[in-house]
């Protein structure tokens, strides 16, 4: 069982930044591909960034390449997303997610566990 405790939403403005963290246990953490994804209202859960296990290897979903960046510190058992130039899309719960596999993953049925989500809003 892996326990994920997100952290670090809140309410920004456009053009701000905000930093999420995640920090789990239970699990060999550095032997764990981890994931952030999002929720709008009324839209389904989409990908937004994915880092393996070592951290070596990262990818994005292409609306945030260049203004969000994926870490991790396998020393905390924390991963986090670095937000920047946030604009109103994307508002949206941040769940991180804890794959079955060290390395990076898009697909969300190749995550076993989840975090309870932290809410993001970004103001016009």
């Known amino acids: 069982q892996v326990q994920l405790v997100e952290s670090g939403g809140g309410l920004v403005q456009a053009g701000g930044s905000l930093r999420l963290s995640c920090t789990a246990s239970g699990r060999t953490f550095s032997s764990t591909g981890m994931g952030w994804f999002r929720q709008a209202p009324g839209k389904e859960r989409e990908f937004v960034a994915t880092i393996s296990g070592s951290g070596a290897s990262t990818y994005y979903t292409d609306s945030v390449k260049g203004r969000f960046t994926v870490s991790r510190d396998n020393a905390k058992n924390t991963v986090y997303l670095q937000m920047s130039s946030l604009k109103p899309e994307d508002t949206a719960v941040y769940y991180c997610?804890?794959?079955?596999?060290?390395?990076?993953?898009?697909?969300?049925?190749?995550?076993?566990?989840w975090g309870q989500g932290t809410q993001v809003t970004v103001s016009s």
């Open positions: 997610a804890a794959a079955s596999t060290a390395g990076i993953t898009l697909r969300p049925y190749n995550y076993n566990f």
